[in-house]
């Protein structure tokens, strides 16, 4: 995430930023943090960048929802179901049971 541009305008944390942000001589910070700005504002909006951030970051990545979602499914349910639905013999259910 980037600081906003009141951060770089800030007399407490301009010089830290110019600091950290500035990559050489060509590239200062205020360069870097319009570009930074420009593809923040290309994918998404400050809210939205920010709410995407705090789940994957403070939450989880989304592979390890999958993965919870995955693990607690109840698939009995709905493996009857489709067995019912295309009119499948019961031993389809033997094998599917053993690859879950």
Known sequence: MTPDKASFDSPETKP???????????????DRRKLLAFARDLLNSDYAGHRLTF????????????AAVYRNFDWEGPLEFVRKAADLSDRVMKTAGAAI
């Open 16 to 30: 830290w930023l110019d600091k950290f942000y500035s990559v050489n001589e060509n590239w200062i910070a205020e």
């Open 55 to 66: 789940q994957l970051f403070a939450q989880s990545p989304p592979f390890a929802h999958l």
